[in-house]
């Protein structure tokens, strides 16, 4: 079965310090993935998918087929990165598959 | 455009009764899909709806079913609540592509409190 494992509950980091949050899954074929955030008091919204290899608000994920990770990663952490942060594949664009999320703390 | 809407933001019922949630997708969305949130977790797909069939079912009991109208609107109705069945149930909206990488618009959620 499919699977998304996100191995860091909480991770906190100081402000203009690198970030990296972890996203390893579980398919042997080609799967999309995506990452999802999730702000304080609001709804749960598209970061970035890995077709479009953009940055978003200087996020950049890259998927890694042989390590199977898609980690999402930002050079400098900003206060206003703050949220809960969710991976998610899918195979056939019908079934999303989440991890159970990482909470990141950007210190001030 | 407001988005996905859902309704209602929160609810409190028994074991044993049954609950009806609502969506509206986001303007220009035809399909609805269904998320279960349990506290610590991610959300789960429930199931998902287009031309007001069900698409695609995850793993979940009969007890819960769904429904779409014709204006893309969609409802989520559990049976025979259980106490695990107290979670966050969250909508989501997209586009039918043959593109799998076309993404959701989630909703707020409703929060489901069984007692």
């Known amino acids: 079965a499919q699977r998304v494992t996100q191995p860091e509950k909480l991770l906190s980091v100081f402000k203009g310090a690198p970030v990296e949050l972890k996203c390893n899954y579980s398919y042997s074929g080609s799967p999309e993935l995506f990452w999802y955030v999730q702000y304080s008091r609001q709804r749960l919204q598209l970061l970035l998918r890995h077709i479009s290899r953009e940055s978003i608000k200087g996020f950049t994920a890259d998927l890694n087929k042989g390590e199977t990770s898609f980690h999402l990663k930002k050079p400098f952490a900003q206060e206003e990165d703050s949220a809960m942060y969710y991976c998610a594949l899918t195979i056939t664009g019908n079934q999303f598959y989440f991890g159970t999320g990482t909470s990141l703390t950007v210190i001030p | 455009d407001a988005g996905v809407t859902q309704s209602p933001t929160h609810l409190i019922k028994t074991r044993g009764q049954q609950v009806t949630l609502r969506c509206s997708p986001k303007?220009?969305?035809?399909?609805v899909s269904w998320y279960q949130q349990a506290l610590g977790q991610g959300p789960q797909f429930i199931f998902q709806?287009?031309?007001?069939?069900?698409?695609q079912r995850g793993n979940f009991p009969d007890r819960f079913s769904g429904h779409q109208f014709p204006n893309y609107s969609s409802e989520l109705n559990v049976n025979a609540l259980l106490l695990g069945d107290s979670a966050l149930y969250l909508c989501?909206?997209?586009?039918?592509?043959?593109?799998?990488?076309?993404?959701?618009?989630f909703g707020n959620g409703t929060r489901l409190t069984v007692t």
């Open positions: 709806y287009y031309e007001e069939e069900e698409r």
């Open positions: 303007s220009g969305h035809d399909t």
């Open positions: 989501a909206s997209s586009v039918l592509s043959i593109q799998r990488n076309s993404p959701l618009h």
